[in-house]
């Protein structure tokens, strides 16, 4: 358990990311994100250009203030006072250096007394602006009289201010500046930027953290909007096509009237679509249960008429069977009535004693041997309808061929039939009943010897063979006993009906045509098979193929030959 958890973790996180509205969040966080930066920036920017200018207007009114102040002293030529009145405002909050620079670039008065009378280099950072010419400009622009830079840990605002030559002042009885002089020094003023900076910095500080609350708050209600509009539809939407899927058919989706958008026209269809699947299906199995009914009804008439071809074809076969039997029955007994009738007759007319005692004889002998006849005929008939209980036992298949050869020797001889025998190596007992296997043989070598009447040659072969199942490591073993002559062979009309009681290819009082009918079904009985091949001219070749022996096969031949039995009986 404790490791199945972190799966569901990660498996339940997957699908969150993987999410539409996750995605859609995510894209416009990132969106406002960029914007709400950029916005941050300028507005920083913005902020700290405007505190920068309100500084410099701040530091040039104190510039001015100092030198309109100053210029009381300087007419009178009044230095005590002068540097007084300087000292008094540089010692004012935010002040950091006052100094006063002559046309030569001299010190005239600085706050700092270190610096009286030094000479500062025209191409220093304060003269620079003035002196990029060979003259000293009278007028600088307002940007050019600003700069800052960095003393003690701070940053410092200087901004310089020229002492014009005024009227007043080139009038003066003290002074002996001649009026076309038009710059008479400069005043450098120098003030702390701390103030503005911490002022900046906590105006930063507060701009960044209400642009963070913004997309914060812009966030949180972005992502319930989305999950709104497009996330609840959407997982109503997936939850729909899941219990679709589990065969819910007809299941609909919630839909709000106010939800007049695409995700809205989506249920809707949604809905039609699951109504229409539920209408669709309900009409598929009510035609299938039609079909089933019909399908039902037409087997029952299928097999009505199946039975009723079955019932004439068994009353064919038993008119059949009935013209052949009182056909062949009818001559023997033509010939018994006529030959009694001569013997009454005889009897009445009293010569049966002496003159016709030998043709009396005669006469039932042929009725001994036509009721004879007659007896084996029916004897065939109750042998081809009901059989008897077979007699399994491991049978050596070699052993009852040559009691059959012994049993038709003289046929063979007289014949003029050479025997061809070939026997298979390891032939293995097979579970048989030996007596019916061979009336089998018997019979098809009889029949193979009257298909001979001017000689030939009989082949009698057995062999084993292996069937091996396609897709299966196994194979079936089956014995083959081969009976095949080259007598007359038998015409391709009646070779499918071989097998068929009464069909018989022999002359007429030869055979009744019951001994093929009766040997394939003996070898069916025995789980086997018998087939034939033939051709006119050329000779007939039966094949008789019994199962292999297994073990317990004994009990299931003889369990499969009781239950053939029954049927026929049937």
Same mark, same amino acid.
């Given at each position: 358990?404790?490791?199945?958890?972190? =799966?569901?973790?990660?498996? *339940?996180?997957?699908?969150?990311?993987?999410?539409?509205?996750?995605?859609? =969040?995510?894209?416009?966080?990132?969106? &406002?994100?960029? =914007?709400?930066?950029?916005?941050? $920036?300028?507005?920083?920017?913005?902020h700290?250009?405007?505190?920068? /200018?309100?500084?410099?207007?701040?530091?040039e009114?104190?510039?001015?203030?100092?030198?309109?102040?100053?210029? $009381?002293?300087?007419?009178?030529?009044?230095?005590?006072?002068? $540097?007084h009145?300087?000292?008094?405002?540089?010692?004012?909050?935010?002040?950091?250096?006052?100094?006063?620079?002559?046309?030569?670039?001299?010190?005239? $008065?600085?706050?700092?007394?270190?610096?009286?009378?030094?000479?500062?280099?025209?191409?220093?950072?304060?003269?620079?602006?003035?002196?990029?010419?060979?003259?000293?400009?009278? *007028?600088?622009?307002?940007?050019?009289?600003?700069?800052?830079?960095?003393?003690?840990?701070?940053?410092?605002?200087?901004?310089?201010?020229?002492i014009?030559?005024?009227?007043?002042?080139?009038?003066?009885?003290?002074h002996?500046?001649?009026?076309?002089?038009?710059?008479?020094?400069?005043?450098?003023t120098?003030?702390?930027?701390?103030?503005a900076?911490?002022?900046?910095?906590?105006?930063?500080?507060?701009?960044?953290?209400?642009?963070?609350?913004?997309?914060?708050? %812009?966030?949180?209600?972005?992502?319930?909007?989305?999950?709104?509009?497009?996330?609840?539809?959407?997982?109503?939407?997936?939850?729909?096509?899941?219990?679709?899927?589990? @065969?819910?058919?007809?299941?609909? =989706?919630?839909?709000?009237?106010?939800?007049?958008d695409?995700?809205?026209?989506?249920? *809707?269809?949604?809905?039609?679509?699951?109504?229409?699947?539920?209408?669709?299906?309900?009409?598929?199995?009510?035609? /299938?249960?039609?079909?089933e009914?019909?399908?039902?009804?037409?087997?029952?008439?299928?097999?009505?008429?199946?039975?009723?071809?079955?019932? %004439?074809?068994?009353?064919?076969?038993?008119?059949?069977?009935?013209?052949?039997?009182?056909?062949?029955?009818?001559?023997?007994?033509?010939?018994?009535?006529?030959?009694?009738?001569?013997?009454?007759?005889?009897?009445?007319? @009293?010569?049966?004693?002496?003159e016709?005692?030998?043709?009396? &004889?005669?006469?039932?002998?042929?009725?001994a041997?036509?009721?004879?006849?007659?007896?084996?005929?029916?004897?065939?008939?109750?042998t081809?309808?009901?059989?008897?209980?077979?007699?399994i036992?491991?049978?050596?298949?070699?052993?009852?061929?040559?009691?059959?050869?012994?049993?038709?020797?003289?046929?063979?001889?007289?014949? @003029?039939?050479?025997?061809?025998?070939?026997?298979?190596?390891?032939?293995p *007992?097979?579970?048989?009943?030996?007596?019916?296997?061979?009336?089998?043989?018997?019979?098809?070598?009889?029949?193979?010897?009257?298909?001979?009447?001017?000689?030939?040659?009989?082949?009698?072969?057995?062999?084993?063979?292996s069937?091996?199942?396609?897709?299966?490591s196994?194979?079936?073993?089956?014995?083959?006993?081969q009976?095949r002559?080259?007598?007359?062979?038998?015409?391709?009309?009646?070779?499918?009906?071989?097998?068929?009681?009464?069909?018989?290819?022999?002359?007429?009082?030869?055979?009744?045509?019951?001994?093929? /009918?009766?040997?394939?079904?003996?070898?069916?009985r025995?789980?086997?098979?018998?087939?034939?091949?033939?051709?006119?001219?050329? @000779?007939t070749t039966?094949?008789?193929t019994?199962?292999?022996?297994?073990?317990?096969?004994?009990?299931?031949?003889?369990?499969?030959?009781?239950s053939? /039995?029954a049927?026929?009986?049937?």
């Amino acid at each position: 358990m404790p490791e199945i958890e972190p =799966i569901r973790s990660d498996a *339940r996180w997957k699908r969150l990311t993987n999410s539409i509205s996750a995605k859609l =969040i995510g894209s416009l966080l990132a969106v &406002m994100v960029v =914007i709400f930066v950029l916005l941050g $920036y300028l507005n920083i920017r913005l902020h700290r250009q405007h505190l920068e /200018a309100a500084t410099l207007a701040s530091a040039e009114r104190v510039s001015d203030v100092i030198k309109h102040s100053t210029t $009381y002293y300087m007419l009178r030529n009044d230095r005590e006072g002068l $540097y007084h009145a300087i000292q008094t405002m540089a010692n004012e909050p935010g002040m950091v250096k006052v100094r006063i620079f002559d046309q030569e670039g001299r010190i005239s $008065y600085s706050t700092d007394p270190a610096e009286v009378s030094h000479v500062l280099d025209k191409t220093a950072e304060a003269c620079y602006s003035c002196h990029t010419q060979a003259q000293p400009l009278a *007028r600088l622009k307002r940007p050019d009289r600003f700069r800052i830079y960095r003393s003690g840990g701070q940053r410092v605002l200087g901004i310089i201010t020229p002492i014009e030559n005024q009227p007043s002042c080139s009038n003066a009885d003290c002074h002996a500046h001649s009026a076309g002089q038009q710059v008479l020094g400069v005043l450098d003023t120098n003030l702390s930027l701390a103030s503005a900076d911490a002022q900046l910095k906590v105006s930063s500080a507060r701009m960044l953290a209400y642009t963070a609350g913004a997309l914060l708050m %812009v966030a949180v209600l972005s992502w319930v909007f989305v999950w709104r509009v497009v996330g609840k539809p959407i997982k109503a939407l997936k939850n729909g096509t899941e219990h679709l899927s589990q @065969g819910e058919l007809g299941y609909q =989706i919630e839909t709000r009237s106010q939800h007049e958008d695409e995700v809205g026209d989506l249920a *809707r269809s949604f809905n039609d679509m699951s109504l229409q699947l539920r209408t669709a299906n309900e009409e598929i199995v009510t035609w /299938a249960k039609t079909l089933e009914d019909r399908v039902l009804e037409k087997t029952k008439e299928v097999k009505r008429a199946y039975d009723h071809v079955l019932h %004439v074809e068994r009353m064919a076969s038993v008119g059949k069977m009935a013209a052949v039997v009182a056909h062949e029955v009818n001559n023997p007994l033509s010939g018994i009535l006529t030959y009694s009738k001569l013997l009454r007759r005889w009897v009445e007319s @009293g010569q049966a004693e002496h003159e016709r005692r030998e043709e009396a &004889m005669q006469c039932l002998d042929l009725i001994a041997a036509e009721s004879r006849r007659c007896g084996e005929l029916i004897k065939n008939l109750l042998t081809l309808s009901r059989t008897s209980p077979m007699n399994i036992q491991p049978t050596d298949l070699g052993a009852v061929i040559d009691r059959c050869l012994l049993l038709v020797r003289n046929k063979l001889e007289l014949g @003029g039939i050479e025997l061809q025998l070939k026997r298979a190596e390891n032939l293995p *007992r097979v579970p048989c009943d030996p007596a019916q296997i061979e009336q089998v043989l018997l019979a098809l070598i009889i029949n193979a010897i009257d298909a001979m009447p001017r000689g030939g040659n009989l082949w009698i072969e057995t062999r084993i063979e292996s069937q091996t199942e396609t897709g299966l490591s196994g194979a079936e073993t089956e014995i083959k006993i081969q009976v095949r002559d080259d007598g007359t062979g038998i015409a391709p009309d009646v070779l499918p009906h071989i097998f068929e009681p009464f069909l018989t290819t022999k002359e007429s009082g030869r055979g009744v045509g019951l001994g093929l /009918a009766i040997s394939r079904g003996i070898v069916e009985r025995h789980h086997g098979r018998i087939e034939v091949e033939s051709e006119l001219s050329r @000779g007939t070749t039966f094949t008789v193929t019994l199962p292999a022996p297994v073990p317990g096969n004994e009990a299931s031949l003889a369990g499969a030959g009781a239950s053939k /039995a029954a049927t026929k009986v049937r």
